[in-house]
C-alpha cells in the first residue's frame, strides 16, 4: 500500500513537469484552484448517502461511447435527451466519462472536452436526474495501476473543485471496474488518495466506490472504507451469468464470444441471483453501506425474451433489497435506446420501468 503511494507519487512528480505540492496526504495540482465552474439553479446541501441511494431509484448509463466527446457535431446524444430519459421513469444517469483520452501532457482536461460535460451535467440536473461522474478507464488501469493513479488523480483534482457548488444530485464515482493490476491492495491505496483530493473541495459529497474485480460482489469485503466519511455510495456490477450476459460478445474469452441462443429463467437460475443480491445485502447491512448496482444488462446477441426476463429479475431484485440501479447502457449496445429510431427499445425499457409504474409522460 505505501509502496504503491511513493512510486506513485515519483512519478507524479517526474511525469507531469509540473510544480505539484504534496500536502497531508493530499497531492494539489496548479490548475485545482481556478476552476471555471458551471453555474446551477440549486445549492449544494449535504444528503444522507442512503437517502440519496433511496432518492437514486432507477437509472441507465449514458454517453460513454458517444461520438460527442471528440467532435460535438456527431453528438448522437443531445441533452434534450435527459428528460426523455426522466420522462421514461428514470431518476438516474451514470455519466460515462473516459476522460485520460481527453488529457494533454500534463494531464490537464481538454476544456473543449469540460464544456461538453458542463452542458450534459447542467441539462441532466435541470431536467430532474441524479447525476453520477464515472471515470472509466478500467482498460488503462488494468494494465497499469501506478500510471492510472496518476491520472485518476489528475481528472478528480479537476473535476471535484470544479463541481463543488453542483447540487447534491451531483456525486463522483472514482473509478469504474478496477482490475487486474489494480489489486485490492493497490486500489485501497489508490481510492483513500483520489478521496482526499475529493474531500479537500467537496467534504460531504456523496462518493461511489466499487471492489476490485470489475465491481464484483464476491470482492466487497476487500473493500477498506474510511469509518470516519459516511458519504460513501458502495457500488457493485452484474452480468451472471457470463455465458448468458454477454453471450456473442467480442471482448470476452473465446468460449463465450461463440456462444449464442443461451436461455435464462430456471428455477436454479433465479436462486443464484437471489443468492448474490442477499450476499450484497448482507454485506450492507454489516457494514451500513447503502448500494447501488451500477452496471447491469445483457448483450444485444442474446434471445430478446430472456433479456426482458434477466433485466426485469435483476431490477426487481435490487429494488427489494433497497439497492438504487443504474441499467447498461443506453446505446450503443445492451440497448435501450435506439438512436436510428430516436425511440426506446421497449421491451428492454419495459422490463426495467414497469409501464404501470409510469406516471406520467411530462414529468413526475
Ligand atoms: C464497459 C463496456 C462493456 C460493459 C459490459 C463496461 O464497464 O465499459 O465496454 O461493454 O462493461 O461488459
Request: charged fraction near 20%.
Amino acid at each position: 500500500m505505501k509502496l504503491f503511494s511513493i512510486v506513485s507519487r515519483a512519478t507524479a512528480v517526474a511525469g507531469l513537469i509540473l510544480a505539484v505540492v504534496t500536502v497531508a496526504g493530499c497531492t494539489t495540482y496548479p490548475w485545482e484552484e481556478k476552476p471555471t465552474a458551471p453555474t446551477f439553479a440549486q445549492p449544494f446541501a449535504p444528503v444522507d448517502a442512503f437517502a440519496q441511494v433511496a432518492e437514486m431509484g432507477r437509472g441507465v448509463n449514458v454517453l460513454g461511447y458517444d461520438p460527442v466527446w471528440t467532435d460535438p457535431a456527431k453528438a448522437r446524444f443531445q441533452p434534450r435527451h435527459f428528460k426523455i430519459i426522466h420522462n421514461a421513469g428514470f431518476n438516474t444517469v451514470r455519466v460515462v466519462l473516459q476522460s485520460f483520452d481527453h488529457m494533454d501532457s500534463s494531464n490537464r482536461l481538454d476544456p473543449e472536452w469540460l464544456k461538453t460535460l458542463d452542458t450534459m451535467v447542467t441539462a441532466a440536473v435541470g431536467d430532474g436526474l441524479n447525476v453520477i461522474l464515472d471515470e472509466h478507464d478500467w482498460e488503462l488501469c488494468g494494465k497499469d495501476a501506478v500510471g492510472c493513479g496518476v491520472k485518476v488523480n489528475a481528472f478528480w483534482s479537476q473535476i471535484a473543485p470544479r463541481y463543488k457548488d453542483a447540487p447534491h444530485q451531483v456525486m463522483f464515482e472514482i473509478l469504474n471496474e478496477p482490475n487486474q493490476a489494480m489489486t485490492p491492495d493497490v486500489w485501497n491505496a489508490e481510492f483513500h488518495e483520489a478521496l482526499a483530493i475529493i474531500r479537500a473541495s467537496n467534504p460531504t459529497r456523496n462518493v461511489v466506490i466499487g471492489p476490485s474485480f470489475w465491481n464484483g460482489l464476491e470482492h466487497l469485503p476487500d473493500l477498506d472504507l474510511p469509518a470516519d466519511d459516511q458519504h460513501i455510495i458502495v457500488t457493485f456490477h452484474y452480468y451472471h451469468p457470463l455465458t448468458f450476459t454477454h453471450q456473442g460478445a467480442t471482448w470476452v474469452g473465446p468460449e463465450i464470444q461463440k456462444l449464442s441462443g443461451v436461455t435464462w429463467g430456471s428455477d436454479a437460475d433465479y436462486a443464484l441471483l437471489n443468492k448474490e443480491l442477499d450476499q450484497v445485502k448482507a454485506w450492507s447491512d454489516a457494514h451500513s453501506r447503502p448500494i447501488l448496482l451500477g452496471e447491469f444488462g445483457a448483450y444485444d446477441k442474446a434471445p430478446m425474451e430472456y433479456r426482458v426476463k434477466w433485466d426485469s429479475a435483476v431490477a426487481r431484485g435490487a429494488e427489494a433489497r433497497g439497492f438504487a440501479w443504474a441499467y447498461w447502457q443506453f446505446d450503443p449496445d445492451f440497448t435501450v435506446y435506439d438512436f436510428s429510431k430516436d425511440g426506446w427499445v421497449e421491451p428492454i425499457l419495459h422490463a426495467l420501468i414497469p409501464p404501470s409504474d409510469k406516471v406520467s409522460d411530462t414529468g413526475r
